[in-house]
């Protein structure tokens, strides 16, 4: 049916004589790209008493305000309006039974939307919204809109192209939920998935248990503050009829057994040991979880479902069943007691007996579930949606077992990941259907969905994060360009995405980096005695900015040409630009000028290649670590202690010898307990050792950068060796209690 389509919409395009591939200037912006299109020369004009009619009463009441939003164009009166015409036309003849499909045709008199439902009508509307150029959408004070000609058909390659917001780790406000559906819609996602509990915070108000908002929604953080929100009932029902007015499915996850300590934290009588707990401010995985054991328990959450079911009207609930560690499940007598009664295997088996009771429940009041990939271990609860996010391997194991799955490893969607690790070429590259399936099984493949966790990324932040790399998951999602060879063109979308810079500035997007913008490379020439700073661009056309004088680069800064030389201690800041909006963060070069600057360095126990930052140089190249462990700068060590020796070339005065450590608990990386320096001639009797004790808590969810200096008033030494006593591994009050322990080492500055 497809390729017939494709060949009667081929033969119209030629009968129009003006087949035109698709390069046209500005509207060359269409994300994701329409499967068929086909430009034209002429331009419609789009004036305020341009009359709409529309066959659906609620899509004309939305383009309305749509128009009048993104324009400032305020349709008089759709009756009796002389000026061009709009048409959205449900058409029960509609030559695709796909309901999100839809056709346009935009002539210098009219525009024509047509579909089978009123669904389709909507994406199509999202298209011609993009058409409007961007300058209009800027000024919203146009009184005509020039929209080019074209003729487009066009439908989804996957039914389900969602958005997982986290709103626990940090807390969205209804205005901005509301402002990422419409971002959502525009970009023709049907899916918001709405992460709704943590340890961190539970977010939705449940009449049946309010200390899970009163307590739970609440976290002390490190410095004292209370950090915390949800959302009322009515807020969410708010919420629900918003996204629906722009067909777009709510998918509420409600986490359990494991993520669940913020609800332990309101009603500790669900866990095996009973608390009490605390809403907790470190992230990671937390060992306290629901108690399988326990009946109450299951009529807990029972009964918070029982409202959730009330609030989301969709068919899906999304349960987690994620990391859930079952170290209390071991210990724990009631859970031991259900596994014995129920002839249960081990605890995985007690986890998926926990999914599948769950899911009987929700199946029984007419809902499916969906669980990340760890719900397939122990067995699958029959009917559930796996979605895959360790790899693509769920995604195959359910696929393979005949269960739909939503396929969104991490590698490919977590945009909380850093643009450097997943820049905007492989968000492009990624195809949400796995090799290792054939014809027949790859139907169970739904979708996918892009990730925005939010340990690290504040409200403000989430656009910087998202844009530009979610454009890239939008075309994927719609179009699949990696299904068939020949299909992609990266290219062709990347010039796209820089025609869609203008519109993302205009509809007040913050977006950030595409990739790694900056990458500095330094170098000490010892002759001359001073560094040399190259920066290498990894976007086009940006500008890159920077300061000497410890303030933050702006549009007005210093514009970086050739290389930079430095002669003295100084801090350069650099940071990319584009469109006169800051894109990266400000990297921070920090040089150091010491006697030790291009030794020779050994080390007894070899750092970790992924923290290797500029290799066997990196502790004396005069270039210091940022509070960031991954800026190159730092390197690290997993699991054994530091112990390196300086070779200075020659006997020097040394005054002081100062290594920097870092503290980052959240990352594993924690302070050596003791640092010992000593002084050598001859590389074998080293003399004159100090030791320097660490006063700094290692329970401390801040980043610490110390130094631990050492005084030796002007001895004469050529070598010098420093020892660093790592805690080796995790302590018991950390996610990864037992698990290496990180040291991450910087600049040894001699003096
Ligand atoms: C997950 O990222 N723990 C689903
Ligand atoms: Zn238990």
Same mark, same amino acid.
């Given at each position: 049916m497809k390729i017939l389509r494709v060949l009667l919409f081929v033969l119209s395009m030629i009968m129009t004589?003006?087949? #035109?591939?698709?390069?046209?200037g500005n509207n060359?912006?269409?994300?994701?790209?329409?499967?068929l299109i086909n430009w034209l020369d002429d331009e419609f004009i789009l004036k305020s008493n341009s009359s709409v009619s529309s066959e659906s009463e609620k899509l004309q009441d939305y383009f309305d305000d749509a128009l009048r939003t993104l324009?400032?164009?305020?349709?008089?009166?759709?009756?009796?309006?002389?000026?061009s015409e709009i048409r959205f036309i449900l058409d029960?003849?509609?030559?695709?039974?796909?309901?999100?499909a839809y056709s346009m045709n935009i002539s210098p008199a009219r525009i024509t939307i047509s579909s089978g439902d009123e669904t389709g009508l909507f994406r199509g509307i999202q298209t011609l919204l993009q058409l409007i150029p961007a300058e209009i959408k800027l000024k919203k004070d146009s009184d005509s809109i020039k929209i080019p000609c074209v003729k487009i058909f066009d439908e989804p390659e996957f039914s389900w192209r969602g958005l997982n917001l986290d709103c626990s780790r940090h807390f969205m406000t209804v205005d901005f939920v509301k402002r990422y559906i419409d971002i959502l819609a525009y970009y023709k996602f049907n899916t918001l998935h709405w992460h709704l509990t943590e340890d961190q915070g539970w977010r939705i108000e449940v009449k049946k248990y309010p200390?899970?908002?009163?307590?739970?929604a609440w976290r002390k953080e490190a410095d004292g503050s209370i950090y915390g929100g949800f959302y009322t009932q009515d807020e969410i029902r708010e919420i629900v009829a918003y996204a629906e007015s722009r067909f777009i499915n709510i998918v509420p996850e409600i986490e359990m057994?494991?993520?669940s300590l913020a609800s332990l934290a309101a009603?500790?009588?669900?866990?095996?040991?009973?608390g009490p707990f605390e809403v907790t401010n470190v992230w990671g995985v937390h060992?306290?979880?629901?108690?399988?054991?326990?009946?109450s328990t299951f009529i807990f959450l029972q009964n918070i479902l029982d409202e959730v079911i009330q609030l989301f009207p969709g068919k899906y609930i999304h349960i987690g069943g994620d990391e859930a560690p079952k170290d209390r499940w071991k210990e724990c007598p009631e859970c031991q007691a259900r596994i014995i009664e129920k002839g249960l295997k081990n605890e995985d088996e007690l986890q998926s007996y926990f999914i599948t009771r769950i899911s009987r429940y929700l199946s029984s009041k007419g809902r499916d579930i969906i669980g990340w990939?760890?719900?397939?271990?122990g067995g699958l609860a029959p009917g559930a949606i796996v979605q895959s996010w360790r790899s693509f391997q769920g995604a195959i194991d359910a696929a393979k077992s005949g269960h739909f799955t939503i396929s969104s490893p991490n590698s490919h969607?977590?945009?909380?990941? #850093?643009p450097d690790d997943l820049d905007l070429r492989l968000a492009y590259s990624?195809?949400?259907?796995?090799?290792?399936?054939?014809e027949d099984e790859k139907?169970?493949?739904l979708g996918s969905e892009a990730n925005m966790w939010t340990e690290h990324a504040p409200q403000e932040t989430i656009d910087s994060k998202l844009f530009p790399r979610l454009l890239a998951l939008a075309e994927v999602f719609w179009?699949?360009?990696?299904?068939?060879?020949?299909?992609?063109d990266y290219d062709e979308f990347y010039n796209r995405v820089q025609n869609t810079y203008a519109d993302l500035t205009a509809r007040g997007i913050k977006y950030g980096r595409e990739t790694k913008v900056i990458t500095p490379k330094t170098n000490f020439d010892k002759t001359k005695n001073e560094f040399t700073v190259k920066l290498v661009r990894g976007q086009k056309d940006i500008e890159i900015r920077y300061t000497t004088n410890g303030s933050a680069p702006d549009v007005n800064s210093e514009l970086y040409v050739d290389p930079i030389t430095v002669r003295s201690t100084a801090n350069l800041k650099i940071a990319a630009f584009k469109n006169n909006s800051i894109i990266s963060k400000a990297i921070t070069l920090g040089f150091v000028y010491h006697k030790a600057l291009g030794s020779k360095i050994t080390f007894a126990n070899s750092y970790d290649e992924r923290y290797?930052?500029?290799?066997?140089n990196a502790l004396v190249d005069g270039v210091r670590g940022t509070n960031?462990?991954?800026?190159?700068?730092w390197q690290g060590f997993e699991g054994v202690h530091f112990e390196a020796v300086i070779d200075l070339g020659k006997a020097i005065n040394i005054s002081r010898v100062t290594p920097r450590f870092i503290l980052n608990s959240n990352s594993w990386v924690f302070l050596p307990e003791q640092v010992e320096i000593s002084l050598s001639n001859d590389s074998m009797n080293f003399t004159d050792k100090r030791s320097i004790l660490n006063d700094v808590q290692?329970?401390?969810s801040e980043i610490v950068l110390k130094d631990f200096p050492a005084e030796f008033n002007g001895t004469t030494a050529r070598y010098i060796k420093v020892n660093a006593r790592s805690i080796l591994k995790c302590p018991e009050?950390?996610?990864?209690?037992g698990y290496d322990a990180w040291l991450f080492i910087d600049e040894i500055v001699v003096e």
């Open positions: 004589l003006s087949f #035109d591939t698709y390069c046209n060359q912006s269409l994300i994701p790209r329409p499967m324009t400032g164009i305020r349709l008089i009166s759709h009756k009796n309006n002389t000026g029960p003849d509609f030559n695709s039974s796909n309901k999100e200390k899970l908002t009163e307590i739970g057994p494991g993520h009603y500790p009588e669900n866990s095996c040991e009973g060992k306290d979880i629901y108690c399988a054991g326990r009946d990939d760890e719900i397939l271990e969607t977590y945009l909380d990941h #850093d990624f195809n949400p259907i796995p090799n290792e399936l054939t139907v169970f493949v179009s699949n360009p990696q299904s068939v060879p020949g299909k992609a290797r930052a500029a290799g066997e960031n462990i991954h800026d190159n700068n290692q329970k401390n009050w950390h996610p990864g209690a």
